[in-house]
């Protein structure tokens, strides 16, 4: 988007926390711990201020998710985004 502004539309396809975190295939409180230690963002909130999460987190979760369960502690995983390697 252009303006970085998001529409209506754009705001319709975002999912809550729960949602999210079941399409990612975690739990709601692990994607609350993934939050807790800045491993992801929300990419809005709704107009009550819940979190909402675009498809874009929901793949960086699930990548999150593979990356922890194949041997990467989640504070390595946190420098290796904050580093841009991922």
Not at 12 to 19: F, P, S, T, V
Not at 64 to 69: P, V
């Amino acid at each position: 988007m252009a303006s970085g502004k998001r529409t209506n539309s754009d705001r319709d396809k975002l999912l809550q926390i729960g949602q999210a975190a079941e399409k990612a295939g975690i739990s709601r409180q692990s994607l609350q711990y993934y939050l807790m230690l800045s491993l992801v963002e929300p990419s809005g909130k709704s107009p009550g201020g819940r979190r909402l999460f675009s498809q874009q987190a929901v793949e960086r979760i699930k990548l999150i998710k593979k990356l922890n369960k194949s041997g990467y502690p989640l504070r390595a995983i946190r420098e290796l985004f904050v580093e841009g390697k991922l």
